[in-house]
Every structure is written in C-alpha cells, then in structure tokens.
C-alpha cells in the first residue's frame, strides 16, 4: 500500500533563505506527483506537476525533483518571501484512475 | 477565472438532516472527485466520477452519495448528517492521465 510522509511537519525560516520541503513515498509505481499549496482555510493551489518520465519542474522561484527509484520528490523554494507562508502538500498518483495518495503537509511559516 | 466553484462555502447542520454540496467546473474535464480534509488526517477521497454518467467509491463512502448530472456537475449529498461528518469537503477535477488536479475552495461544513 502506498504511503506518503513529509518530514518535517512545520519548518519556520527567515525570510530570503532558501529552503527544501521533502516527500518521500513507499512505492516507486507512480503514474505523477502533484505539489500543492494551502493557505489557511482556502483550497489548495496546485503548484507543480512532475510525471513519472520526469526529473523536474520549475515555475519562478520553485523547483521540484523526482527520484523514483528513491521514492522521493524535493520542492525547493528560493529567495523565501512572507507570501510564502502556508501549508505545502505532495500527492502521488498510482496507476488506478482515481487513486491520489497525499502527504500530511508541511506548514511552512517566513518570518519577515 | 476557469476553474472549480463550489457552494455553499459555510454550512451548518442539525444531526439527521440532509444536505448537497454542489460542484461544477468549466474545464471541460473527465473526472471529478469529492474529498475530506480533517486535522491531521489528510485528504481522503470519498468518491470520484472518472467520467460522465460514471461514479465510484473512494476510500470513505459511507454515509455519502454523489451524482454527476453531467460533464459539469458532481454534487455530493448527506442523506442523515452526523458529527462524524464535521469536515472540509473539496471537489476537484482532472483532464487526462497526464494533467493534474484542480481544487475547488472548499465547503466548511459543521454538524451539531
């Protein structure tokens, strides 16, 4: 059964760092993995998409990698900003139509 | 904006009552899903529509029923509501195999 785990659960930075949010997963059968982002009591944001045939993706100041026979994904965040402050979530998706296994977040806070 | 809109955002319930939260996208995508989000547990999918005139148990179905009225529409109903079902409830949507999720806003849903 696939598991998903982001570690760490919270992470608090100083504004204009950069930092690394890891995903780890249990089984390397995926199909993609989706990044997203959720501010407090909004939706989610969806961030990045990587499909299994991919290394990485970029859009600005975010990168994400996938190592699959590693059973990880790295979102890297360069230059943090305030505005960046929220709960980041990985999500896998397996070979099934529907099946989306989901991390449990990591609340990401940017002190100015 | 294109995207998913859900109504009602805030609702509150008497136990037993009944109630449907609406879902609609203009995407012009195949499949649907309705998912919870409680503390610390994630996002659980409760029932996802891979295509028009199609729906399929998720991980927690019961209590719950969906119908896809058409490619736009995926409504979830709660016939009985209980304090179990005290959550945040997200439809979202996807095109193809190799596209990615889009989330609705949520609907905060509280039975007392």
């Known amino acids: 059964k696939q598991e998903v785990t982001q570690i760490p659960a919270a992470l608090s930075v100083p504004e204009g760092e950069n930092l690394v949010l890891n995903c780890s997963f249990t089984d390397s059968a995926i199909y993609n993995l989706q990044w997203f982002r959720q501010d407090p009591g909004k939706g989610l944001t969806s961030l990045l998409l990587?499909?299994?045939s991919q290394r990485e993706q970029t859009s600005g100041r975010l990168n994400a990698s996938l190592d699959k026979s590693s059973g990880r994904s790295t979102l890297y965040i360069a230059a943090s900003q305030p505005g960046d402050s929220a709960t980041y979530l990985c999500a896998v998706r397996g070979d099934s139509n529907y099946q989306l296994i989901w991390g449990a977040g990591t609340k990401l806070i940017i002190k100015p | 904006n294109a995207g998913v809109t859900q109504t009602p955002k805030f609702q509150v319930l008497k136990t037993g009552q009944s109630m449907t939260l609406q879902c609609a996208q203009d995407?012009?995508?195949?499949?649907m899903y309705w998912y919870r989000q409680d503390p610390g547990m994630g996002l659980r999918l409760i029932y996802y529509s891979a295509s028009e005139g199609t729906t399929d148990k998720g991980e927690v179905p019961n209590g719950y029923n969906v119908s896809r009225l058409n490619k736009r529409e995926f409504s979830l109903r709660l016939e009985s509501a209980a304090p179990s079902q005290t959550s945040v409830y997200f439809c979202?949507?996807?095109?193809?195999?190799?596209?990615?999720?889009?989330f609705g806003s949520g609907t905060r849903l509280t039975v007392v």
């Open positions: 979202a949507s996807r095109g193809g195999l190799n596209y990615g999720y889009t």
């Open positions: 990587i499909q299994s």
């Open positions: 995407m012009n995508h195949n499949s």
